[in-house]
């Protein structure tokens, strides 16, 4: 059974940044591309980011891009998300998102999810 654990969410206010990272469970990361998606209250699932298993390639999704940076190390098995000038509107419960397929879609295994809050 894979396991991803997120960590690094938080309160900031809006301009400041947070760093996101979710580790997974031994061996099961390093072949995997990984992502992160988020979902505020009341509204459905977006896409964030994710970055292939050798960390070559990455995608975003349009309200962050210029500002989030994904990145990994698959030595220690984990994904960062590096947040920059957040806005309000970044507000949600982020997750970290595992698996075989490299797009938008998301693959099988989730985290438990890591609240961010940014206050205006």
């Known amino acids: 059974q894979v396991q991803l654990v997120e960590s690094g969410g938080g309160l900031v206010q809006a301009g400041g940044s947070l760093k996101l990272s979710c580790v997974a469970s031994?061996?099961?990361?390093?072949?995997?591309?990984m992502g992160w998606f988020r979902q505020a209250p009341g509204k459905e699932r977006e896409f964030v980011a994710i970055?292939?298993?050798?960390?070559?390639?990455?995608k975003y999704g349009d309200s962050v891009k210029g500002r989030f940076t994904i990145s990994r190390d698959n030595a220690k098995n984990t994904v960062y998300l590096q947040m920059n000038n957040l806005k309000p509107e970044d507000t949600a419960v982020y997750y970290c998102?595992?698996?075989?397929?490299?797009?938008?879609?998301?693959?099988?295994?989730w985290g438990q999810g890591t609240q961010v809050t940014v206050s205006s």
């Open positions: 970055i292939s298993w050798s960390g070559g390639s990455t």
């Open positions: 031994k061996g099961a990361g390093s072949f995997w591309n």
């Open positions: 998102n595992a698996g075989p397929r490299y797009g938008l879609a998301p693959n099988n295994y």
